[in-house]
C-alpha cells in the first residue's frame, strides 16, 4: 500500500467518523422537533449546544490534521447548524 493510498484510507476514515457524529447530532435534533408540541426542555438545548460545540472541535481538528478538506467540515458543520437554527427558531415560535 502506497502512502497516498493510506491517506486516501485515513481520509475516507475522518469523514465517516465526523458523519457518523453528525448524524448522532441530527437524530436528537430530530426527536426534539418530534416532542416540540408536547414539551419544552432547556437541558436538552444544553446538551445540543455542548454536542454542537464539541463536533465543531473535531471537525476542526480533522480539517487542522488534513484529514479532511475544510470545505467537506464546513459543510457538514453547516448543515447541522441549520438545522439546530430550525429547532431553536420553532422552540421560540411556540414560547410566544
Do not use: H, W
Request: hydrophobic letters at 40%; a negative charge.
Amino acid at each position: 500500500m502506497t502512502s497516498s493510498e493510506l491517506q486516501e484510507q485515513y481520509n475516507l476514515k475522518a469523514i465517516n467518523l465526523l458523519q457518523e457524529d453528525a448524524n448522532k447530532i441530527e437524530k436528537l435534533i430530530e426527536v426534539q422537533m418530534e416532542n416540540l408540541a408536547t414539551r419544552y426542555c432547556p437541558l436538552y438545548e444544553e446538551v445540543l449546544d455542548t454536542q454542537m460545540y464539541g463536533f465543531s472541535r473535531e471537525v476542526d481538528f480533522a480539517v487542522r490534521a488534513g484529514l479532511v478538506p475544510e470545505i467537506t467540515g464546513k459543510m457538514v458543520l453547516s448543515k447541522l447548524e441549520r438545522n439546530l437554527a430550525v429547532l431553536y427558531e420553532a422552540l421560540n415560535n411556540k414560547a410566544k
